[in-house]
Each structure stands twice: as C-alpha cells, then as structure tokens.
C-alpha cells in the first residue's frame, strides 16, 4: 500500500514508479509543471530540474505490528504492514554534476603528473571469520547486492480510478 499526499495526485500524468523487493528500495519521479508561474528556471542547465525524484529508505522496525484499516461502504478492511519505507528527495544528479567538475579539474593536472613516476603501495590486513561476515554485512556490499537486482516497475493510478476500484 503506498499512501501519497493529495498535490501529488494532481501531477500524476507522467509520474513513474518503480521497486526492487529485496532491498525494499522505491523510487518514483514526479514531473514538476515547468509552464507555473512559480516555477523558477534557471540559467544553469544542470540546476533545470524537470521532475522531483524521490528514493525511499527504509524505517527503523520497533518491533509493533502495525495495521492498516480502510473503511469503504460498510465494509472494513485490514491489512498488516510489514514494513515502512519513507521517501525522500532524490539528490544524485548533483553527484553527476560534481563528477563532472572533478573529472576536469584531473585533466589539467594530469600533464603535470606525467613527468613524476607512480608507485602504488596496498596494505592488506588479515580477516577473521568474523571480520568477514561484518564485512559481507557492510554498507558497501549490500549497495552492490542492491545495484544488482532488478527494478520492477510499478503502474500507479489515482484512488478513484478503475484500477483502484478493482481492488475493492
């Protein structure tokens, strides 16, 4: 079940969302209405943002189950939560845009660099079992599990629409 505030319903043409279930990741882009007099364009392409990405991160379990209750009609349905996922704004096309700033700044110094020769040192520490498994269960290493699984993609659809009123 995904509860989404009223003003998004109204910018729902366009919107996609998608979700990789064992990482319990959700991200949905909302187009934003680039012709509103209070949108405010700017002069830098990369600051032009044309739609509001939100990423979900999950939710600390308490250890309460929780329920939903919808009452339609005279009928009254409960469904458990498993999990709560919060979304929040988006922000990696500013690591894109600072990539590419840094990737200049690298090209200049580079000739420089060229005439001074490189010696590359790698310490390599010894792993218990263990460290090991903490290693398996670090940020990173769950990051790449996450890269790797597949998004699937979801069909939203206002809440009195036909699709929503299937369920019922």
Known sequence: MLLVPAHVHACRA????QFKPQARRLEISLPLDT???NYGD???PHKRIRSLDLRSTAVEDTGVAYAVGVV????LVLMPVDYTLQLRPNMSYLNVVAAKRTDGDESEGEAE???AQQIEVTVKKRETERQQQARLKSF???QQEEQQEQWVPLQMAPPDSAPADAIW
Do not use: F
């Open 113 to 115: 660099e060229e005439e």
């Open 140 to 142: 990173s290493y769950l």
């Open 14 to 17: 366009g919107a996609k969302a």
């Open 35 to 37: 012709e509103n007099e």
């Open 42 to 44: 700017c002069d830098e």
């Open 72 to 75: 339609r009609g005279n009928q």
